[in-house]
Nanobody
Framework: QLQLVESGGGLVQPGGSLRLSCAASAGTLDYYAIGWFRQAPGKEREGVSCISHSGGKADYADSVKDRFTISRDNAKNTVYLQMNNLRPEDTGVYYC????????????????WGQGPQVTVSS
């Protein structure tokens, strides 16, 4: 069974950068599309970005376009979310998730989830 482990969260000042990683501790990510989701305090979880199993197709929420970049290295069994020019509204718990199929930001289709590192953007 696929198991996902995220890393890279933390505290950063507005305008700063962080890179989140999503690795498979069991199984391989090669055939899975990966999505990143986040949940801010008091809000519902929302889709941030997703990438196809090959890495050839990616999508972003409007709120993070031109600031966040999703990528994957299947040789390292890892997917990344590079977050630049971070804003306080980017604060939340970030989750990666895997689905056998097309990349989508519809969270209900994702079968496997990581534990969710905290990202805090504050001065």
């Amino acid at each position: 069974q696929l198991q996902l482990v995220e890393s890279g969260g933390g505290l950063v000042q507005p305008g700063g950068s962080l890179r989140l990683s999503c690795a498979a501790s069991a199984g391989t990510l090669d055939y899975y599309a990966i999505g990143w989701f986040r949940q801010a305090p008091g809000k519902e979880r929302e889709g941030v970005s997703c990438i196809s199993h090959s890495g050839g197709k990616a999508d972003y929420a409007d709120s993070v376009k031109d600031r966040f970049t999703i990528s994957r290295d299947n040789a390292k069994n890892t997917v990344y979310l590079q977050m630049n020019n971070l804003r306080p509204e980017d604060t939340g718990v970030y989750y990666c998730a895997a689905v056998w199929g097309m990349a989508t930001m519809k969270e209900s289709v994702y079968a496997y989830w990581g534990q969710g590192p905290q990202v805090t953007v504050s001065s």
